[in-house]
Nanobody
């Protein structure tokens, strides 16, 4: 079993930056795709970024491109999401997830963290 714990969320002013972290434990971590998802109130969960074990990446969406960067360190069993130029519409609970397929679909990820709240004030 894989356990995931996110950290780094908080309140930030529009235009500011946050760096989210996700630590994996309880499993080998080998071969897993790691992803970041977010869910705003009243909206569906959506992918922000994902990276496979071998380094393939999902294309960034238009809303994230040029602002968000995902990275991972397989030896440390850690992933990060650097978020710059934050906007109020980025406000959401952000989740770290692990799965076996590089996909934008939340249903294809098997393990989830509890989420960390990101709030961007205007």
């Amino acid at each position: 079993q894989v356990q995931l714990v996110e950290s780094g969320g908080g309140l930030v002013q529009a235009g500011g930056s946050l760096r989210l972290s996700c630590a994996a434990s309880g499993g080998t971590f080998v071969g897993y795709v790691m992803g970041w998802f977010r869910q705003a109130p009243g909206k569906e969960r959506e992918v922000v970024a994902a990276i496979s074990w071998i380094g393939d990446r999902l294309p960034y969406g238009d809303s994230e491109k040029g602002r968000f960067t995902m990275s991972r360190d397989n030896a440390k069993k850690m992933v990060w999401l650097q978020m710059n130029s934050l906007k109020p519409e980025d406000t959401a609970v952000y989740y770290c997830a692990a799965g076996r397929s590089l996909s934008p679909r939340p249903g294809l990820y098997n393990y989830w963290g509890q989420g960390t709240q990101v709030t961007v004030s205007s």
